[in-house]
């Protein structure tokens, strides 16, 4: 090997300051396993990066040491103490870039080098008695292109965090290589901080309904084994091998719409194959299979470097004559009640399911599957001015489950992988199970009328793997819901304002923003009675609401608006259009909050926040039953213990209560606004510099509490304006209300469509009713 190793301190010189951290469950159980098989380096996480740009060595080495110091766990250790395994934290530990030169070889003898120090770094065991782990090699084939190996144990990473790092690592190169400092984000929360937390979470009592869902679900649980070519041996080895197929294009395609049209994820579909394809090998009519998923539903865990992850048991009955859409929806309704119930230890359940510690087998799962849309987490490449990373295979470091599936959106398209257990199966085998799960998916269909999975009650982004931003309207829905489009002042010639609507409230609010301006009306609300729908990330319902209005209007320019929470859906559409190349013009948010605003709250201020609203809506909303405003259908199906029990809908038809049928449809309408407001409170919008346009109800609560641009400066940064309308929330498209925004739209719409400072044409003098702010 033609390797340099630059000098360092030596390994012994760590200094005596640390910090003591509580291990979370995961580690406790890696810490264990690696203890029993000291040797094994199946825990091991090897990942390559192919870099690009004027690279030096030195330049990366000072990167990575950088990281290595700005997120604690990359200089974490474990020590045993009598209260149990704890994270141990250096004030510094050391770190050395191993540097092995391929300059002077051939291409192919270049390649195989690397594939060779690569296989030896995966297989190399961590010592449970190392201050760190952590360590990368570094292969450089010319001065402007290289191999970076990064290999950790899973006690410090897992796929999340490893995407971090990618795109800190290039912004800290591009930084060094120009003489600045890299612009990172502040860490305000390590792992050690999160295993705090969890600590106390856990004794709670917070996750008792998870207990009791896992307890139901595991009861009765038989292990489910794929038969191998051979005996299990008395000692594991980890011996392992992957072997993987390119999906063709067209079926990695219409495996996508199929999840679409049945209203489930693809990780569904793809799980429902695979479980149909081990079952047809291991003549069982139950299928037991593992799934990791990332814990990170909180905004403050998103930056945070470790593992955050918790592996769930997906079980799967599959009789005789089965079909795929059949399993795809037992799998989303499987997959959903996991996502709402994964905060519990997978430790805690091996307990639940009776399983004895066996060094023989892997813990309670012998078949795991996962689904990756990309290894960096944010696309194939990582960029910033010069430089350039994108991730490679990673290199096996050794068989953790009997069969371990899964299925990697790499560049040439999907790839479905199996690392099987060699002392176990044959190449052949594994080949044989991985060409069964393909047959399968050929058999997908497409069919809108396929049985739809129950609603998911957490986003599927929960899934350690994503499943990325889509659409999950079916086409026949979509065009049912283009018939309703409703368009107002058609033929005249100014951009038209879209509008994502609820209820037909904007007649009055298109006459007067004027004649001249056209104003499409796109229904968002499903039509007939409540029902659940799959719950969805906040992007994949935008980018439903982006296929209509491209049915209402094909290209832009655009401009938007939406009440409500459908302000923040037409907000994200404006970033997929704007990502697609589109112009748009303005973004209007009728009284809409900003996503995370109110859940990013320390607890006891949402708690105070929830009190004043509470002690405020109850008397005004009596005084409005009294005036005649609302009826008291309206007032009592505010609450949602009245509308679960339905007690407003029988007093309503007994005729005990008042109410008309629009105020009737609006209370309908209500349940799949209250849908949308849940999978609002899981989203985090990403910084939008276009112009927007508040209008804010006068009666919003003011205070600490209640920001008076409804939360949006965390993420605007464009031109923003904010205007007072009169009316309460559900009011100020009446006329006062109607009066005062249109007004302000033509003069905006008017000032910028001339070219004008839109703050002069909007008249702003009266600081009362506007405020204005300027990036």
């Given at each position: 090997m033609?390797?340099?190793?630059?000098?360092?301190?030596?390994?012994?010189?760590v200094?005596a300051?640390?910090?003591l951290?509580?291990?979370?469950?995961c580690?406790?159980r890696?810490?264990?396993?690696?203890?029993?098989?000291?040797?094994?380096?199946?825990?091991?996480?090897?990942?390559?990066?192919?870099?690009?740009g004027?690279?030096?060595?030195a330049?990366?080495?000072?990167?990575?040491?950088?990281?290595?110091?700005?997120?604690e766990?990359?200089?974490?250790?474990?020590?045993?103490?009598?209260?149990?395994?704890?994270?141990?934290v250096?004030?510094?530990a050391?770190?050395?870039?191993?540097?092995?030169?391929?300059?002077?070889?051939?291409?192919?003898?270049?390649l195989?080098?690397?594939e060779?120090v690569?296989?030896?770094?995966?297989?190399?065991?961590?010592a449970?008695?190392?201050?760190?782990?952590?360590?990368?090699?570094?292969?450089?084939?010319?001065i402007?292109?290289g191999?970076?190996?990064?290999?950790f144990h899973?006690?410090?990473?897992?796929?999340?965090?490893?995407?971090?790092?990618?795109?800190?690592?290039?912004?800290?190169?591009?930084?060094?290589?120009?003489?600045?400092?890299?612009?990172?984000?502040?860490?305000?929360?390590?792992?050690?901080?999160?295993?705090?937390?969890?600590?106390?979470?856990?004794?709670?009592g917070?996750?008792?309904?998870?207990?009791?869902?896992?307890?139901?679900?595991l009861?009765?649980?038989?292990?489910?084994?794929?038969s191998?070519?051979?005996?299990?041996?008395?000692?594991?080895?980890?011996?392992?091998?992957?072997r993987s197929?390119l999906?063709?294009?067209?079926?990695?395609?219409?495996l996508?719409?199929?999840a679409?049209?049945?209203?489930?994820?693809?990780?569904?579909v793809?799980?429902?194959?695979?479980?149909?394809?081990?079952?047809?090998?291991a003549?069982?009519t139950?299928?037991?299979?593992?799934?990791?998923?990332?814990?990170?539903?909180?905004?403050?865990?998103?930056?945070?470097?470790?593992?955050?992850?918790n592996?769930?048991?997906?079980r799967?009955?599959?009789?005789?004559?089965?079909s795929?859409?059949?399993?795809?929806?037992?799998?989303?309704a499987?997959?959903?009640?996991?996502?709402?119930?994964?905060?519990?230890?997978?430790?805690?359940?091996?307990?639940?399911?009776?399983?004895?510690?066996?060094?023989?087998?892997?813990?309670?799962?012998s078949?795991?599957?996962?689904?990756?849309?990309?290894?960096?987490?944010?696309?194939?490449?990582v960029?910033?001015?010069?430089?350039?990373a994108?991730?490679?295979?990673?290199?096996?470091?050794?068989?953790?489950?009997?069969?371990?599936?899964?299925?990697?959106?790499?560049?040439?398209?999907?790839r479905?992988?199996?690392?099987?257990?060699?002392?176990?199966?044959?190449?052949?085998t594994?080949d044989?199970?991985?060409?069964?799960?393909?047959?399968?998916?050929?058999?997908?269909?497409?069919?809108?009328?396929?049985?739809?999975?129950?609603?998911?009650?957490k986003?599927?982004?929960?899934?350690?793997a994503g499943?990325?931003?889509?659409?999950?309207?079916?086409?026949?829905?979509?065009?049912?819901k283009?018939?309703?489009?409703v368009?107002?002042?058609?033929?005249a010639?100014?951009?038209?304002?879209?509008?994502?609507?609820?209820?037909?409230v904007?007649y009055?609010?298109?006459?007067?923003?004027?004649?001249d301006?056209?104003?499409?009306?796109?229904?968002?609300?499903?039509?007939?009675?409540?029902?659940?729908?799959?719950?969805?990330?906040f992007?994949?319902?935008?980018?439903?609401?982006?296929?209509?209005i491209?049915?209402?209007?094909?290209?832009?320019?655009?401009?938007?608006?939406?009440?409500?929470v459908?302000?923040?859906?037409?907000?994200?559409?404006?970033?997929?259009?704007r990502?697609?190349?589109?112009?748009?013009?303005?973004?209007?948010l009728?009284?809409?909050?900003?996503?995370?605003?109110r859940?990013?709250?320390?607890?006891?201020?949402k708690?105070?926040?929830?009190?004043?609203?509470?002690?405020?809506?109850?008397?005004?909303?009596?005084?409005?039953?009294?005036r005649?405003?609302?009826?008291?259908?309206?007032?009592?199906?505010?609450?949602?213990?009245?509308?679960?029990?339905?007690?407003?809908d029988?007093?309503?038809?007994?005729?005990?209560?008042?109410g008309?049928?629009?105020?009737?449809?609006?209370?309908e309408?209500?349940?799949?606004i209250?849908?949308?407001?849940?999978?609002?409170?899981r989203h985090?919008?990403?910084?939008?510099?276009?112009a927007?346009?508040?209008?804010?109800?006068?009666q919003?609560?003011?205070?600490?509490?209640?920001a008076?641009?409804?939360?949006w400066?965390s993420?605007?940064?464009?031109?923003?304006?904010?205007?007072?309308?009169?009316?309460?929330?559900?009011?100020?498209?009446?006329?006062?209300?109607?009066?005062?925004?249109?007004?302000q739209?033509?003069?905006?719409?008017?000032?910028?469509?001339?070219?004008?400072?839109?703050?002069?044409?909007?008249?702003?003098?009266?600081?009362?009713?506007?405020?204005?702010?300027?990036?």
């Amino acid at each position: 090997m033609n390797g340099l190793a630059l000098k360092v301190a030596p390994a012994h010189e760590v200094e005596a300051s640390y910090a003591l951290f509580p291990a979370t469950a995961c580690q406790v159980r890696y810490w264990h396993e690696q203890k029993a098989s000291q040797k094994a380096s199946a825990l091991n996480i090897a990942f390559r990066l192919q870099l690009s740009g004027p690279l030096k060595a030195a330049s990366i080495e000072q990167v990575l040491r950088e990281l290595v110091a700005r997120h604690e766990v990359l200089r974490t250790g474990f020590l045993m103490t009598g209260a149990g395994l704890r994270q141990q934290v250096w004030s510094h530990a050391p770190f050395q870039l191993e540097v092995v030169d391929l300059t002077g070889f051939e291409e192919n003898d270049g390649l195989a080098e690397a594939e060779r120090v690569g296989g030896q770094q995966a297989r190399t065991p961590f010592a449970l008695s190392s201050p760190s782990f952590f360590r990368a090699v570094w292969l450089p084939r010319s001065i402007t292109q290289g191999e970076l190996q990064l290999t950790f144990h899973s006690l410090v990473m897992d796929g999340w965090s490893f995407a971090i790092l990618v795109r800190e690592l290039v912004e800290g190169l591009a930084a060094v290589h120009a003489g600045l400092e890299p612009a990172y984000p502040d860490v305000d929360l390590h792992h050690g901080d999160y295993a705090l937390w969890k600590e106390e979470f856990l004794a709670s009592g917070a996750l008792d309904l998870a207990r009791a869902h896992w307890r139901q679900e595991l009861r009765d649980f038989s292990r489910f084994d794929v038969s191998g070519d051979r005996l299990r041996p008395q000692a594991r080895r980890f011996q392992g091998i992957i072997r993987s197929i390119l999906l063709p294009g067209a079926l990695s395609d219409r495996l996508i719409a199929a999840a679409k049209a049945q209203g489930v994820t693809l990780f569904s579909v793809a799980a429902a194959g695979l479980a149909m394809a081990l079952q047809k090998a291991a003549g069982q009519t139950k299928v037991a299979m593992g799934t990791q998923m990332s814990v990170r539903d909180q905004q403050e865990l998103e930056g945070v470097v470790g593992p955050l992850i918790n592996t769930v048991i997906l079980r799967l009955d599959i009789p005789q004559g089965s079909s795929v859409a059949a399993v795809t929806a037992q799998c989303g309704a499987k997959l959903s009640d996991a996502i709402e119930h994964l905060h519990l230890p997978f430790e805690e359940m091996m307990e639940m399911a009776g399983e004895v510690s066996d060094a023989e087998r892997p813990p309670l799962c012998s078949v795991n599957f996962a689904l990756q849309q990309s290894f960096v987490g944010v696309g194939d490449e990582v960029r910033r001015g010069e430089f350039a990373a994108t991730t490679s295979p990673s290199f096996n470091a050794g068989a953790l489950y009997d069969l371990n599936f899964f299925m990697v959106r790499r560049p040439d398209g999907w790839r479905i992988s199996c690392e099987g257990d060699t002392d176990l199966y044959d190449i052949e085998t594994i080949d044989g199970h991985l060409a069964t799960w393909r047959a399968v998916l050929e058999t997908v269909e497409i069919d809108a009328k396929l049985p739809v999975a129950p609603a998911a009650r957490k986003a599927a982004q929960s899934i350690a793997a994503g499943v990325g931003v889509s659409g999950f309207m079916s086409q026949a829905e979509l065009e049912a819901k283009a018939r309703s489009i409703v368009r107002f002042n058609e033929d005249a010639p100014g951009t038209p304002v879209i509008a994502l609507n609820n209820t037909a409230v904007f007649y009055e609010l298109a006459q007067r923003i004027g004649t001249d301006r056209p104003l499409i009306d796109i229904p968002m609300v499903p039509e007939g009675p409540p029902r659940e729908f799959p719950l969805r990330a906040f992007q994949d319902l935008a980018a439903d609401a982006v296929r209509l209005i491209r049915m209402a209007r094909p290209n832009g320019p655009y401009i938007l608006m939406g009440h409500c929470v459908l302000g923040a859906i037409a907000l994200e559409a404006a970033q997929q259009l704007r990502r697609e190349g589109e112009t748009v013009e303005l973004v209007i948010l009728n009284d809409s909050w900003c996503p995370g605003y109110r859940e990013s709250m320390p607890w006891h201020d949402k708690q105070l926040r929830k009190m004043l609203v509470r002690v405020d809506n109850i008397p005004r909303d009596i005084r409005k039953v009294k005036r005649g405003d609302i009826s008291m259908l309206s007032f009592l199906k505010q609450y949602r213990i009245i509308r679960w029990l339905g007690i407003a809908d029988l007093a309503y038809k007994l005729g005990l209560i008042r109410g008309n049928a629009t105020e009737h449809a609006v209370a309908e309408n209500r349940w799949y606004i209250e849908y949308l407001l849940a999978q609002q409170a899981r989203h985090r919008p990403a910084p939008y510099d276009g112009a927007i346009q508040i209008f804010r109800s006068a009666q919003v609560l003011r205070g600490r509490l209640f920001a008076h641009d409804l939360g949006w400066a965390s993420v605007t940064t464009g031109d923003v304006v904010v205007t007072e309308v009169p009316g309460m929330h559900d009011q100020i498209f009446r006329s006062a209300g109607a009066a005062v925004i249109g007004k302000q739209l033509r003069a905006r719409l008017t000032g910028a469509e001339a070219g004008t400072d839109d703050a002069a044409a909007s008249g702003e003098t009266d600081a009362a009713s506007a405020s204005r702010r300027s990036a």
